[in-house]
């Protein structure tokens, strides 16, 4: 049913539409999920009414799929709804209110997402700040004063770049780079100098992909050009080997042939893991995940991908899991947890080599989740279903061995703890 209704997205129009439309009165959260979300992909005008009473949802996973269709399918006469959702049961909800008021584009709306942003305590709510504001369409609003003392929506989102919350800042980066513009370069790059920690190369990384959406052709300044190019030449020398990929690639789209130096990846700071480099053969071990929903019982692949296993082990018997969520359900695809911020950018303090083996992911596989190679951390995955075209990209760490059925019935936000079983 899933990959039917995914089908009828992709094929798109008025009645692959309708044909969605029907399966929103299914008893099923999994199913209700994916048809709305294609319905957002689709922006069917029609589609609005039917997807409204959703909004009211006992499901918090089918509630914020309800809004980001009504957002695309009502655009304007959404707005009211999506206000109101800035109340919702959970900040998840808030979050994605957020969000939807910038794909809205409703120019009064602006000082509320500038005001979050700059002054917002919560951290969800300020991604969805920064995300809302990457989505608006009218360019130009984002210019002009929206906030307290004058200060505009891409002020807001310079500061935020600037700021501690190294995930606001990379989301405030990407946000600046839908722009295109290369008015604000020297800022951009002061920012990249001033951020040195483990976590900013995330956000390095967001600032070269930002500048590489400037267009070469489109009437750049000499000077804003050296600028640009020299920042991409100093991202060579950055030993988080993404940001020098990255770097390259944008310089080529410059005429540029500039190449990584491997040698750098040596000083890359990974952060210190807790425990020393695992004893093989470390053998089969076994966990439980205590859900809101049931139990999940896990055997892990020690020999197979033994300083992941053992990172996992270690976290658990220290009680790091114990009260996280899965920030992220994809029904059909993984239910997937571990972030200790909730919002799927957290880690343990360190990141893991990737260990790929000959495991393949069938159904109930656990996978080790990461931002590029070399960056797992505490973040885990299960499939509901086959996926070969994960197979040598994320590290198998183990299989469920009891509890599928509780694996299929998680949704966003659902809590859990693991042990370890002796």
């Given amino acids: 049913s899933i990959k039917a209704i995914e089908a009828l997205a992709r094929i798109g129009g008025g009645k692959c539409a309708r044909a969605i439309e029907k399966v929103l009165e299914k008893d099923d959260n999994y199913i209700k999920t994916v048809a709305l979300r294609s319905l957002t992909a689709l922006g069917e005008k029609g589609s609005f009414k039917k997807v409204l009473p959703l909004l009211e949802d006992k499901s918090p996973m089918v509630r914020r799929a309800a809004l980001e269709a009504a957002a695309a399918t009502g655009k304007i006469e959404a707005r009211k709804y999506v206000l109101q959702a800035l109340q919702g049961k959970t900040r998840y909800d808030k979050q994605t209110a957020l969000e939807c008021l910038g794909s809205i584009g409703a120019a009064e709306d602006l000082p509320l997402l500038v005001e979050i942003l700059s002054t917002g305590t919560n951290h969800l709510f300020r991604e969805g700040a920064a995300a809302g504001l990457g989505k608006w369409e009218k360019r130009d609003e984002l210019m002009l004063p929206a906030g307290k003392d004058g200060l505009t929506p891409v002020g807001a989102l310079l500061a935020a770049a600037d700021g501690e919350d190294w995930v606001v800042a990379t989301m405030a980066v990407e946000a600046l780079g839908s722009l295109e513009t290369d008015r604000f370069v020297d800022r951009l790059a002061g920012i990249y100098a001033g951020h040195h920690s483990r976590l900013d190369s995330d956000r390095k990384l967001a600032l070269v992909n930002s500048l590489a959406t400037v267009?070469?052709?489109?009437?750049?300044?000499?000077?804003?050009?050296?600028?640009?190019?020299?920042?991409?030449?100093?991202?060579?020398?950055?030993?988080?080997?993404?940001?020098?990929?990255a770097a390259a690639a944008a310089a080529q789209k410059w005429g540029l042939k500039f190449s990584p130096d491997p040698q750098r990846e040596k000083g890359w700071n990974r952060g210190e893991t807790p425990w020393r480099e695992p004893e093989l053969p470390l053998g089969t071990r076994q966990i439980l995940l205590r859900t809101s929903r049931g139990e999940i019982e896990i055997e892990l692949f020690g020999d197979d991908a033994p300083a992941m296993v053992l990172s996992m082990i270690t976290l658990a018997k220290q009680g790091f899991y114990n009260g996280l969520n899965f920030h992220r359900v994809v029904p059909g695809f993984v239910i997937q947890g571990g972030c200790p911020r909730g919002d799927g950018w957290g880690d343990a303090g360190y990141f893991l080599r990737s260990q790929f083996n000959s495991h393949r992911y069938q159904r109930g596989m656990v996978g080790m989740a990461h931002a590029g190679k070399d960056t797992a951390g505490s973040q885990f995955f299960i499939t509901h279903c086959p996926q070969p075209h994960l197979d040598g990209r994320y590290t198998i760490i183990g299989r469920v061995t009891r509890g599928m059925e509780v694996v299929d019935r998680i949704e966003t936000g659902d809590t859990f703890g693991i042990s370890v079983i002796e």
């Fill in 215 to 245: 267009r070469a052709d489109k009437g750049i300044s000499a000077e804003n050009r050296e600028k640009i190019t020299g920042l991409f030449q100093a991202a060579l020398t950055e030993s988080d080997p993404r940001i020098p990929r």
